[in-house]
């Protein structure tokens, strides 16, 4: 439970520089940028979200790696790869979460691809999914119930991260290959919220 | 799909182990700990290449003596050293401790609800001594302070109960900061060098916690 008052927002707003530090070139951004090259940026090194939940794709076409962007600030690659599986040092096109509910999220997660075999219920975050008894690191499919998740490949939520979006093919990710275009393996670690 | 049950061995909290391999992919020479270890040089472990954590959680430190960059490892697999660092700054673990965690008692909570029963509480302020803007968190992991209205530096930290980890970017990214219960009243005493933390999250011990996320069902 939060003590502080979220400011009422109910839209996407991204502004975007193509230099670190907030330098260089500035475009503000409230809905979806399938390629930032299109939009006059060959790169974007920096960024501010200003309201709502995002997410950056490493390549053109919401393709390679993701990052799931919560609003604040983020003035070199570090801040949004740093903790990935490899850096990326720039973003070529990124999206709203439009589906994230904080706080009333909920997630069903599956030993084996097609909703197979031994079952697991999230409704809070969880940085480390073999302290909750989840055996061996790998998860086969996810059935998104409510909300917007993230689920990462190392404990802590780092590595490859991978969106799981309640509103996308109606919450069902049955298989590896419907993780996004980057994933190779099942190995997921840790899974949270995304915050709205 | 069949039920899952956990194991009746993990019934018992677990005391802290962990194996650190010198190698990546748990190659190498293994060494296993059970409690704290300034330097690692001098129990013998001449490079950290992964880790595997058996029973956590625990903070690892660039240097000796628990001193330098930190690093939070829970259970699970860390199988280069790029998988437990966000900075990349260092690749370098040469002391390592358990992080105590306060379990959450086996039995509800009386529904009469005061402030000594929260199991998690922090308060971040801008300046140091505890003075300036401040936002307070109660037993919730919190990926953006934007969000909550908070868009200044963190100079100071409050830990009420719980333990908890800060971080310099939104969605648990850059430098790692370890907030045990007690004041820290300027950014230098929990080592950060810039006074910037974007998100925050509880540690817990998944298993005892009494609202743990995990449900096993059919």
């Not at chain 1, 904080?102 to 969880?126: A, K, T, V």
């Not at chain 2, 939070?72 to 673990?93: A, C, H, L, M, Q």
């Amino acid at each position: 439970m939060i003590q502080r008052r979220r400011p009422s927002s109910g839209l996407w707003k991204i502004v975007v520089w193509d230099e670190p530090f907030f330098q260089g070139k500035r475009h503000e951004f409230t809905t979806d940028c399938y390629s930032t090259p299109e939009r006059g940026f060959s790169t974007v090194r920096s960024f501010r979200i200003e309201s709502g939940a995002w997410v950056g794709f490493e390549h053109c076409g919401f393709q390679g790696q993701q990052f799931v962007l919560e609003r604040g600030e983020y003035p070199c690659w570090e801040a949004w790869s740093g903790s990935n599986a490899y850096h990326v040092d720039r973003m070529s096109s990124f999206r709203p979460i439009t589906c994230a509910v904080h706080g009333r999220s909920q997630l069903l997660l599956f030993e084996q691809e097609n909703f197979q075999g031994r079952r697991g219920e999230l409704s809070d975050d969880c940085p480390s999914l073999p302290a909750l008894g989840w055996g061996g690191s790998a998860v086969g499919s996810f059935l998104v119930c409510s909300g917007a998740w993230v689920c990462s490949q190392y404990p802590g939520y780092r590595g490859f991260q991978y969106l799981l979006e309640s509103d996308t093919h109606a919450g069902e990710y049955k298989h590896v290959r419907e993780w996004g275009s980057h994933a190779q393996t099942g190995q997921v670690q840790s899974i949270r919220r995304v915050q709205q | 799909a069949s039920e899952h049950q956990m194991p009746a061995s993990k019934q018992q909290p677990a005391s802290p182990n962990i194996a650190i391999f010198e190698q990546e992919n748990f190659q190498g020479r293994c060494h296993e700990l059970s409690g704290a270890c300034p330097n690692l040089k001098d129990a013998g472990v001449d490079k950290v290449g992964s880790i595997l954590v058996h029973s956590g959680p625990w903070v690892g430190y660039e240097q000796a003596s628990c001193k330098g960059e930190q690093f939070v490892f829970e259970k699970g697999e860390y199988p280069r050293w790029d998988s437990w660092t966000n900075s990349r700054r260092s690749d370098s673990i040469t002391s390592l401790r358990p992080i105590k965690v306060v379990r959450a008692p086996r039995q509800p909570l009386p529904t009469r609800q005061t402030k000594d029963s929260q199991e998690h509480k922090i308060v971040l302020y801008e300046n140091p001594s505890f003075t300036g803007k401040k936002i307070e968190i109660i037993d919730d992991d919190v990926p953006s302070f934007h969000a909550h209205g908070y868009q200044e530096k963190v100079s100071s930290v409050r830990v009420q109960s719980g333990t908890w980890v800060g971080y310099q970017y939104p969605g648990y990214r850059g430098y790692q900061y370890l907030f045990e219960k007690g004041d820290y009243k300027d950014s230098s005493e929990f080592g950060a060098q810039h006074p910037q933390i974007q998100s925050v999250r509880r540690i817990r011990d998944m298993q005892w916690h009494q609202r743990g996320a995990y449900h096993p069902s059919n």
